[in-house]
Each structure stands twice: as structure tokens, then as C-alpha cells.
């Protein structure tokens, strides 16, 4: 028997991209990254297929879902007895091979499942000719912009519903309580800029403050500034998120 379908009697997207998988080896009408677009797009700094295009050890963010997997456990020197990870994450129009060390797998190994959705930090390398990707740090979408946020951007209009100098004085009050949430297990503090749309002119003002940007943060926000296109979140770019290393870790014998 078939899969079960929605009450309708038709696949929902999920289902039928996974159908259209089983048939024909590639999705048709959609990619299951589709759904994250929004969340992982302000964050991206690569698509898969222009990888080839960056030279190695050039620190990148993609997205993609993880298609295959297979572990290692190693054998010799320090790392002997530690697991690591050899995965192929694809994209809409492309696929790179990755490899998650012992020290990366230890810390986002949970996020090392197929057909899971992630964000991720590494550096270009190559092997055999073929282009790889040496992963760093994995984000769900969801949690994209509490680890990998730089700045955010509010826009403050004054458009009748309340005063400029209101709305301001609340937007402020949000980010100073949210400025005191803990930078745990990786969160990044981003910095707040506001600008301000009056009759005549913007005003772009540079708070000097920071918050940890999570979800009900990120709802009461868009909720006081009057709309989600009024917050604009900047990713952390990738040369500063991923520590500097030792080429030679990252260049293999071909």
C-alpha cells in the first residue's frame, strides 16, 4: 500500500517531494531546502555548485540537506577511538561531499542525520581533483540566527499606528531586556542598528547595543516595529566565524 496522504486525498510538499525522490532519483517540483529559504538565506554565502568556484581553504556558509552519511572511527594518533563523519549535502542545483572531523562531530554530530536541513560553516578543499567541504559548525534553519547573526537592522516608520518616538522608546526596551540573555553553547550577540523613516528623511542610528537574537525575541520585534520585513538580520561573515588553521589540515594528497 501507498503512503498515507492528507485529508484531501493529495500528497503534502514534503510528501511528494519524497515520492518524486523515490521515482525518478531527483525532486521535480521543489527541494526540500525550499522550505528554509527565508531562514537560511540571510546567512548563506554560497550556493553548492559555486563551490568549485572558491579556492581551498576560502571559509564558506552553505545550505543543504544532508543525502548521505557514513562514520569513521579513527584508528591512530590522538584522535584513535573518536568518530567522525563523511556526508554529501545537496542543494537545489548541487551537491558537495563533506567531512566533519572528531572535534566538529563531537559537538554537532546530533545534526548528522539524513535528509536533516542544515546550515553550514567550513572551508573549501580538494580532493582527487573533486571539491570538498571541511565542516566547522552545523545550524539547524531554525536556530540560524542565534548563532550566526552580525547585525540586525530595525525599521521604525512613523505610520500613524503610533509615534516614532514611541515606538522607538519600545523596540529599545525589547533589545536592552533581550541584551541580557547569556551567549551559551555558541550564541552570538548581534549588533542593533535602527533607522528611522521620517516624513523627509532615513536616519540610520548605531545603538551601541547588542542582543541574542531567538525566536519569541524575533516575534515581539517584528510585532512592535509593525511587520517582518522591517527587521533585517546580516550574517556573521565566514572569515570571522571559523577560526584560523593550519593549512596543511585541510590540504590532502590527491
Avoid at 4 to 22: C, I, M, Q, V
Wanted: no cysteine; charged share 25%.
Amino acid at each position: 500500500r501507498g503512503r498515507a496522504r492528507s485529508s484531501a486525498g493529495h500528497w503534502l510538499p514534503a510528501e511528494r517531494l519524497t515520492e518524486e525522490f523515490k521515482a525518478v532519483g531527483f525532486y521535480l517540483s521543489g527541494h526540500p531546502l525550499d522550505e528554509f529559504a527565508p531562514l537560511v538565506t540571510p546567512f548563506r554565502t554560497a550556493t553548492l555548485g559555486e563551490l568549485s568556484l572558491h579556492k581551498p581553504n576560502t571559509p564558506v556558509i552553505v545550505a543543504g540537506m544532508i543525502s548521505t552519511l557514513r562514520y569513521h572511527t579513527m584508528t591512530r594518533g590522538s584522535s584513535a577511538g573518536s568518530r567522525m563523519a563523511m556526508i554529501e549535502l545537496q542543494d537545489r542545483l548541487g551537491h558537495v561531499e563533506a567531512v566533519l572531523f572528531a572535534e566538529s562531530f563531537a559537538k554537532y554530530g546530533d545534526l548528522v542525520q539524513t535528509n536533516e536541513v542544515v546550515l553550514a560553516a567550513g572551508r573549501v578543499d580538494e580532493r582527487r581533483g573533486e571539491t570538498q567541504l571541511i565542516i566547522e559548525q552545523l545550524v539547524r534553519p531554525q536556530d540560524a540566527a542565534t548563532f550566526l547573526a552580525d547585525r540586525v537592522i530595525l525599521d521604525i516608520h512613523d505610520d500613524g499606528a503610533s509615534g516614532i518616538e514611541d515606538r522607538l522608546r519600545s523596540v529599545t526596551g525589547e533589545v536592552k531586556q533581550a541584551g541580557g540573555a547569556r551567549t551559551a553553547n555558541g550564541a552570538r550577540a548581534a549588533s542593533v542598528f535602527v533607522r528611522l523613516f521620517r516624513e523627509a528623511e532615513v536616519v540610520t542610528l548605531r545603538t551601541g547595543l547588542k542582543m541574542v537574537l531567538q525566536g519569541e525575541t524575533i516575534d515581539r520585534l517584528e510585532s512592535l516595529l509593525g511587520g517582518e520585513d522591517r527587521m533585517n538580520i546580516l550574517g556573521i561573515p565566514p572569515a570571522t566565524l571559523i577560526p584560523e588553521r593550519n593549512r596543511g589540515r585541510f590540504s590532502r594528497r590527491s
